[in-house]
């Protein structure tokens, strides 16, 4: 049984930095799509950053947020972090279907 396992989140100043990571177990194919997406309250799902043969990082975040894959797990840098980042961060792979991690929450507040 294939799942996504994210960890790293937490709470953090204006300004500061976190690294989210998700692992993927369960799993004997090659993973290649694989994205960040986050969820503020009251507000729809969005994509951060993908990755697959190429990263694409949203605009909202460019420059300040990278994404990179080694093997199994999927990273999420974020540096410079504002307020309006606070959001539940979930890991979403695809590979025959849609795989979603449970999400971790990343508050930024001073």
């Known amino acids: 049984q294939v799942q996504l396992v994210e960890s790293g989140g937490g709470l953090v100043q204006p300004g500061g930095s976190l690294r989210l990571s998700c692992v993927v177990s369960?799993?004997?194919?090659?993973?290649?799509?694989m994205a960040w997406y986050r969820q503020a309250p009251g507000k729809q799902r969005e994509l951060v950053a993908n990755i697959n043969s190429r990263a694409v990082i949203a605009d909202s975040v460019k420059g300040r947020f990278t994404i990179s894959k080694d093997k199994n797990t999927v990273y999420l840098q974020m540096n410079n972090l504002k307020p309006e980042d606070t959001a539940v961060y979930y890991c979403w792979m695809y590979k025959y279907r849609e795989y979603w991690g449970q999400g971790t929450q990343v508050t930024v507040s001073s």
């Open positions: 369960g799993s004997t194919f090659t993973i290649n799509d």
